[in-house]
């Protein structure tokens, strides 16, 4: 999916394209890029570009701009770029964003940009800036900046002598180039785009040119977040050639899509490109927030989206085969733009370090009401939560890893449809992603949990879409009071991922079925009341269609339940066995053979579940622990590093799933719940990726299996995440062939 989350910037996004590829199509592009590395400007495309006003969507109206913020600016800047658009766009809107952000000495700039002037920003800690009588004078050579030969504006920012992390920014125009600053032109990478640096020789610095009050986290915040979202546009480039040309390039008399191993890679690109587009994105939407916020927005985008998106034009080109190497193709010139993109910003290990220090002093906000939205919910809700936190805690913990089993506190909530409020009444509240937000803020407003319901969280959704009215009367209630706790009973020794394939028969009798075979890796078996469980019907008919989906008491006569020990040292699964177990025909859920349509329904639930924002494994706060305690091997930066990482990898997760909730709100969602599936994969991978982070800072205490210290377990844990849910595997042919259609 694109960065555009809602009908307006979905619309806008359409018109860029659109436009992209009739003024500036990559065939007249490459005819040019000689131009264009050097600095040229095409006049006519720049022409009709500024009079489409992308060029100032985001600047005040006084200056011919429309106020759009930055989320909607980045939309265009992910469009052009994914038209691989040719010159500064980029750094001219850049460079206006920044004097936008100027509290004085900005006007004539404004005005300049406003009516299209072409424009770049200089920055680098090599150029000095000494105070005089007159003013200032700057020194020094800046680093390589995108887009600066050729363009008629500069934004300068240099440091000031003998105050450390003080800067001085200003401005000057081509025109004024001398002795004191020489603008220097450089072969770019970037064949679409100049690149080049200023010397600067004691240049003075007139008062009326001084840019005053930038805010840092403001000028860090937008510069990364248009070169983030124009690497979601090279992404998503990426991505649609790939799969286009896999899908008709034929090998052995068949498509190469076809085969596995091409297949989980253009899925594995998918995850990527929506990993980088949910990071750009989640930096856009920090415009608004205070400067904690900007800054770890803008970390998250430079440490996660910029990388990204030099691997995703690596894996097209690996995809495409020789011809994605020539110089023809037009992919070398998206991969040149991803690095030069990269440089721009910055070494991602620096941005790592950067997110581990911010990390330390602040939490990214992931709320998208605000504190006055929905009074009314508030003030109900507010009411009853008040009045639950007037009563004991009452809730009563499972000795395993089950849920809580409530009382008086959960009968409050439960009354008021809080338990699961996007359940329908009577249940929930029918409570949509705005409403549920709301319900969260009040719930840790007074520092009280949603109770979780545990598999019963995926069992619920299931009844009440496909349960008998006696059926839901039985259960729904009683889950959510936590009287009752559940388990699933699906996987096999011989049918895990083919779950399909399962071998436990269910034989007709009198007023209900008997069944017998064998389940395993069940989780909370040992502490269930009740289960749903998959068994064969139907031998003779397909092996989907001859399934049937029971409820099950755990306390069953022929039911023998035993603890599967983990390579943790753990008893976190069972396994079940089934020896004439008898099932009444009133605890079938829909109709005899209706159970993989039902249990298709549960696996989404459940994959849903797992795509949350919090990591059971190398968890940013696992990371804090060490670095806090000094308990890690080699220094406080590699420790800074680490955090980092975990941490990125953690907002990616969250930022994906905001996203998810928003377009769903704005119902421009596509509906596939198979999109579940690409953040299964990524909260999976993610895990490893933080879990082996943290392991390569442990040193020798990666050896100690102590409770107090569990590091190592924590990552040999890992297999539950990778496994749960359906494997990595499993869910990258789901979305290879439901998602990106790829034959089989």
């Known amino acids: 999916m694109p960065l555009a989350v809602d009908a307006d910037q979905h619309a806008l996004a359409e018109s860029v394209a659109a436009f ?25 495309v720049w022409a009709a ?34 038209a691989l658009f040719p010159g500064p766009y980029l750094s001219t809107v850049t460079a206006s964003a920044l004097a936008m952000l100027a509290e004085s000495g900005a006007e004539q700039l404004l005005e300049d940009f406003g009516a299209g002037t072409t424009g770049a920003v200089l920055t680098g800690h090599g150029v000095r800036a000494t105070r005089t009588p007159e003013g200032w004078m700057v020194s020094g050579d800046s680093d390589p900046a995108p887009g600066l030969p050729g363009v008629e504006r500069v934004l300068a920012r240099a440091d000031i002598d003998g105050t450390p992390d003080a800067s001085l920014w200003f401005w000057f125009t081509t025109a004024d180039t001398s002795d004191a600053v020489r603008m220097i032109t450089s072969e770019s990478v970037d064949l679409t785009r100049s690149v080049g640096h200023a010397e600067f020789d004691d240049y003075p610095v007139r008062a009326t040119r001084v840019l005053d009050g930038i805010d840092p986290a403001a000028a860090e915040l937008w510069t990364v977040a248009l070169a983030a979202a124009e690497a979601s546009g090279v992404s998503t480039w990426c991505l649609d050639t790939a799969v286009e040309y896999i899908s008709v390039r034929k090998q052995f008399g068949r498509p190469i899509a076809s085969f596995q191993a091409v297949a989980h890679k253009a899925a594995r690109m998918l995850v990527r490109a929506e990993v980088t587009t949910a990071a750009a994105w989640d930096a856009a939407r920090a415009d608004t927030q205070p400067p904690a916020q900007q800054r770890l927005a803008a970390a998250h985008a430079a440490r996660t989206a910029m990388p990204a998106a030099i691997d995703q034009a690596l894996e097209c080109i690996s995809l495409l085969g020789a011809i994605g190497f020539t110089w023809e193709h037009d992919a070398h010139l998206y991969w040149r733009r991803a690095i030069s993109l990269a440089a721009a910003i910055g070494g991602e290990d620096l941005w790592a370090r950067r997110l581990g220090e911010r990390a330390l002093i602040a939490q990214r906000d992931f709320s998208f009401v605000t504190p006055r939205s929905l009074p009314d919910l508030r003030e109900r809700v507010g009411a009853v939560l008040d009045a639950v936190a007037a009563l004991p805690d009452d809730e009563m913990p499972s000795a395993g890893w089950a849920p809580a089993r409530g009382a008086a506190r959960r009968a409050l909530l439960v009354a008021a449809g809080l338990v699961a409020p996007h359940y329908p009444r009577p249940y929930g509240l029918a409570a949509g992603p705005d409403e549920q937000a709301v319900i969260a803020e009040e719930f ?44 699933q009973l ?8 083919d779950l399909a394939g399962l071998s436990t028969i269910a034989t007709k009798v009198d007023g209900g079925w008997t069944l017998n075979g064998q389940k395993v890796w069940n989780s909370q078996a040992q502490e269930a009341d009740w289960a749903i ?39 976190e699964f069972n396994e079940v066995f089934f020896d004439e177990v008898f099932v009444p025909d009133s605890q079938v859920v829909a109709n005899p053979g209706d159970g993989w349509r039902i249990a298709a329904g549960t696996l989404s639930s459940e994959r849903l579940a797992m795509g949350s924002a919090t990591f059971g494994h190398g968890s940013s706060a696992l990371a804090r622990r060490l670095l806090e305690s000094g308990d890690h091997t080699g220094s406080r930066e590699d420790a800074l590093h680490v955090l980092g990482r975990t941490t990125a990898l953690e907002l990616s997760v969250a930022a994906l799933n905001l996203r998810n909730a928003l377009t769903l709100l704005h119902g421009v969602a596509d509906g596939n719940a198979v999109g579940n599936s690409v953040r299964k994969v990524w909260h999976a991978l993610a895990q490893r990726e933080a879990s082996r982070a943290v392991t390569s800072i442990l040193g020798p205490r990666a050896a100690l299996g102590d409770p107090d210290q569990p590091y190592a377990v924590d990552f040999l844990g890992l297999p539950a995440v990778m496994f749960g849910g359906g494997t990595i595997e499993i869910q990258l042919d789901i979305i290879a062939r439901r998602v990106l259609k790829l034959p089989r």
């Open 20 to 44: 992209a590829r009739k003024l500036a199509p990559i065939s007249h592009t490459r005819e040019h890029l000689h131009h264009y590395a050097a600095g040229s400007v095409d006049t006519e």
């Open 49 to 82: 570009l500024c009079a489409q006003g992308l060029h100032s969507l985001h600047l005040p109206t006084e200056y011919g701009g429309d106020e759009c913020g930055l989320a909607t600016l980045a939309v265009v800047a992910e469009q052009l770029s994914a």
């Open 444 to 487: 840790a407003r007074r520092e009280l949990t949603q109770p979780e319901l545990g598999i019963g969280g995926w069992v619920l959704p299931t009844l009440l879409d496909h349960g008998s009215p006696a059926q839901r009367e039985r259960f729904v209630a009683d889950t959510l009071h936590g009287r009752i706790i559940w388990c």
């Open 533 to 571: 469980c998959l068994a064969r019907t139907d031998p003779s008919a397909p092996k989907h269609a001859g399934l049937t989906y029971f409820l099950i008491r755990m306390d069953s006569a022929g039911i023998d339940v035993r603890p599967l020990r983990q390579a943790t040292g753990i008893w």
């Open 490 to 497: 699906f996987s096999e020794p011989g049918a895990g991922s």
